[in-house]
C-alpha cells in the first residue's frame, strides 16, 4: 500500500499495458483514473471490484480540452494528481502494409495521439501535480 493516498492517471488504461500499469498502481493503493476512448466505464468497474476507488473517463489525448477536463475530474474526484501514466497509443490502428501506402491522415492522426497526445497530458497534469 506504498501508494495510498495518491492518485494516479492512467491514459490507455482499459486494455493491454496500460490496464495492467492501473492495477498494479491500484494494488499498491492509488486511486486510479482510468482514461480511454472505450472501455473505460468497464475497466474502472473492474478495478473497483477489488476494492480501489476508480474514476473512468471518456478521453480523446489529442485534445487539449478532453486532458484538461480529465485533469479537473480527476482533482475533483481525488483532490490531486500524482501520477501520470501516458499509456494511449494507436499503433494497432495503423493498417499493415507497404510503408510507402499508409495514408498521410493515418500519420497525422497517430502523430496527434501518439506525441501531442503525450504533451497535452502533460500540460494538464503539471499544475496540479506542483501543488
Known amino acids: 500500500m506504498k501508494l495510498k493516498g495518491k492518485a494516479a492517471i492512467v491514459t490507455g488504461g ?3 499495458i496500460g490496464k495492467a500499469l492501473a492495477t498494479r ?5 492509488a486511486s486510479i483514473v ?9 475497466a474502472a468497474a473492474e478495478l473497483a471490484k477489488d476494492g480501489a ?12 480540452a478532453d486532458t484538461a ?5 480527476t482533482v475533483k474526484a481525488f483532490g490531486r494528481i500524482d501520477v501520470l501514466v501516458n499509456c494511449a497509443a494507436m ?20 502523430m496527434e495521439v501518439n506525441i501531442m497526445g503525450v504533451a497535452l ?10 501543488r
Open 121 to 130: 497530458c502533460c500540460k494538464a497534469v503539471t499544475p496540479q501535480m506542483r
Open 53 to 64: 476507488q476508480t474514476l473512468g473517463l471518456k478521453v480523446d489525448v489529442s485534445s487539449e
Open 69 to 73: 477536463r480529465m485533469a479537473g475530474e
Open 91 to 110: 499503433f494497432a490502428a495503423v493498417k499493415l502494409g507497404p510503408f510507402e501506402e499508409i495514408p498521410v491522415d493515418e500519420w497525422k492522426r497517430l
Open 25 to 29: 498502481l491500484a494494488a499498491d493503493g
Open 14 to 16: 482499459a486494455g493491454g
Open 34 to 42: 482510468i482514461a480511454d476512448l472505450q472501455r473505460y466505464d468497464i
